[in-house]
């Protein structure tokens, strides 16, 4: 596999940040989560004027084998039709995108159909879709190495158009099934808490897949190899996600997680570098049952909104993009005490 290198956040800048933050004109601690959020972009960034250059939204498509085991709602053909819908500026991550400036790229990572080009689109299609893990291991160890290394290079071709910001979505139907797989894996957490409802099975259905899914895993009792894993049970978006978030740490991006699936192929990065993690912002907690579970592993903190969404796509990204902005904004722009002439405590008289 591709090796990365991603060290820690440099810790001791901490205390000038919290300075700056403490004398801006507002009781201490009361923009919140907002002073969370622009002190890891401050330390991502190594300054106490944080920047938000170039965003983008990485949207990585996939068909997953594992649909042939009647695991989701929706059809297979709805990734390829929303990854045109996509391109024709359709879908909900597009007017997210177009609403906060964000620049989309899509990434056919293995759709079970030919997609036309456009510039929008990044064709490095693995194949047309995995293999169904229930029968045999989705990809090879050789396949999910190159998904990661050919991931990596989306990150690089954007970094180099100046971007320090990047969100990660994804499209795939059947991919919350590898998603709680794989966290099950990593977090050793019970099937049970990991596998949700995805694009929107009933009980019924949800007990059905949670059958599948454990019949799958018990049929590769041995595996513990991080990479051996994802090759087992990922999806070739959800492994180029993957390299594309290790790329983007090794940067010293900051890094934008979006709901069950993105968070999954994060879970996945952290195995191979721990590191990964200082540089992300958890945009949202999704509503597929795992996610909670799953961010609370992560020690995941803060979540920046909770909208009960579960649409994936990159929606939580762009949705919590402008909130990044003004946490930004406020420690770049806001007055101090001293600047601003005002008291910071009552004087005896
Ligand atoms: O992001 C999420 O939290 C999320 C939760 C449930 C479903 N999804 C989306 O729904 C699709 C996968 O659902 P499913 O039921 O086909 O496994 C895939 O295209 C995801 O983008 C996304
Ligand atoms: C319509 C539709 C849109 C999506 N976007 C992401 N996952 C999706 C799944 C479905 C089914």
Redesign the pocket.
Known sequence: MKQFKIDNTDKRIISQIQDKLNNKTKPIGSLGKLENIVSRVCLIQQTLSPELNNPHILVFAAD?GI?QEN????PSE??HQ?VLNFLQEGAAINVFCRQNDITLKVIDAGINADVYNTPKLIHQKMGKGTRNFAKEPAMTVDECSLAIQLGATVTQQIFQKGSNIVGF?????????S?AVLMHKFTNLPLNECV??????DAEQMQHKLQVLQKAVNHYPDIKDPLEIVATFGGFEIAQMCGAMLQAAENKMCLLI??????AALLSASQFYPAILDYCLFCHQ???NG?KYMLHHLKADPRILNLD?????G??CALAYPIIQSSVNFMNEMASFQSAGVSTEKTDN
């Open positions: 997953h649909t695991v989701s709602k929706y709805v990734t929303m979505g994804e499209m795939g139907i059947g991919n919350t099934s998603a949700g409802k995805g694009t929107g099975l979006d709901g069950f699936i993105a968070t999704s509503a597929e996610h969404l579960r649409l994936g796509e929606t939580g």
